[in-house]
């Protein structure tokens, strides 16, 4: 298994940036694919953005791309989502996935398809 751990919400602007970051431990040697999603209050939980473990390969939802950027620091066994021009609307708890084994096809990749979560970190935009 692996273990996630993300960090780096908070309060922030509309229009404002926020990076998040993900820390991964225990199997990282495993790790296929990296992904964010996020739930908002009284919403399910959906996805934001996802990218391969070693060729950085990234897919995203259709709200968050070209404001979100995913990347990976292998190092670090580390996960990043950079938020710019962020609206109201992005507010939500922010959870980082991980997919062990194979990369499956990212346009079609689901919250089923990753078996470690994150606790999760607040994110909070004001208008």
């Known amino acids: 298994q692996v273990q996630l751990g993300e960090s780096g919400g908070g309060l922030v602007q509309a229009g404002g940036s926020l990076r998040l970051s993900c820390a991964a431990s225990g199997r990282t040697m495993d790790i296929a694919t990296m992904g964010w999603f996020r739930q908002a209050p009284g919403k399910e939980r959906e996805f934001v953005a996802v990218?391969?473990?070693?060729?950085?390969?990234?897919y995203y939802s259709d709200s968050v791309k070209g404001r979100f950027t995913v990347s990976r620091d292998n190092a670090k066994n580390t996960v990043y989502l950079q938020m710019n021009s962020l609206k109201p609307e992005d507010t939500a708890v922010y959870y980082c996935?991980?997919?062990?084994?194979?990369?499956?096809?990212?346009?079609?990749?689901?919250?089923?398809?990753?078996?470690?979560w994150g606790q999760g970190t607040q994110v909070t935009v004001s208008s």
């Open positions: 996935a991980a997919r062990l084994g194979t990369v499956k096809a990212l346009s079609q990749m689901q919250r089923a398809d990753f078996g470690s």
């Open positions: 990218i391969t473990w070693r060729s950085g390969i990234t």
